[in-house]
């Protein structure tokens, strides 16, 4: 993943503690990188992935942005950015970014994930289910892709596939008290 930079040790210390939840701390480590390297782009989209996690969303975006600049052609960073647009509902710019990615890294689920519930609330319904359900293709238990399917049928009134994809979930994690409620809710609008 960082193979290829000076910094491949504090990157994946970086890496290590934001798995571990230490995003401040992970944040810092990069912010050491760019002391020494400003356009140190990985740093840069660590420092945003971070943010995310944290949910600071303006600094995502600012250092995604960063990132983007001094390495246009990372799709990371583009994917990064676009799903930093979606959490703060700005679902053209998130669309022009996974698009950007998708293009870069063609059938990555995740990418199409985000770039599905995009298009899906940018109001292209059909189109963001068709890219959600090609996620769940080529990633068949990925809880996160099936939520987000499920979600988006249960919004379209599709109980019948609504409950599929949440009896899904259910199988592949008993314990998912966001599928549970969901597939509630499909039984109470459909009269169970």
């Known amino acids: 993943m960082f193979e290829n930079s000076p910094y491949c040790h504090a990157l994946k210390e970086a890496d290590e503690k934001k798995l571990m939840g230490l995003h401040h701390e992970a944040i810092s480590i990069c912010e050491d990188i760019l002391c020494d ?5 990985e740093a840069l989209e660590e420092i945003g992935d971070n943010y995310l996690s ?7 975006i600012k250092a995604l942005k960063q ?3 001094v390495n246009p052609k990372s799709a990371n960073a583009h994917y990064l950015l676009g799903f930093a647009y979606s959490s703060v509902n700005e679902w053209k710019e998130s669309i022009y970014e996974l698009e950007i990615a998708d293009s ?3 059938n990555h689920p995740e990418i199409l994930r985000c770039l599905g519930w995009s298009v899906y609330h940018y109001g292209e319904k059909e189109r963001g ?10 990633s068949p238990d990925d809880i996160f892709i ?6 988006c049928y249960l919004n379209e009134r599709k ?3 609504a409950e599929k994809v949440f009896n899904k979930i259910l199988e592949i994690e008993p314990n998912h008290d966001k599928a549970r409620e969901c597939l509630k809710a499909c039984y109470y609008f459909r009269g169970q």
């Open 159 to 161: 109980f019948l596939d």
């Open 146 to 151: 099936l939520c987000d399917l499920g979600v």
């Open 67 to 69: 990132a983007k600049r």
């Open 129 to 138: 289910i068709v890219l959600l359900k090609r996620a769940t293709m080529m």
């Open 37 to 41: 390297d400003l356009d140190c782009n």
């Open 54 to 60: 944290l949910r600071q969303f303006p600094n995502a």
């Open 104 to 106: 870069m890294e063609p």
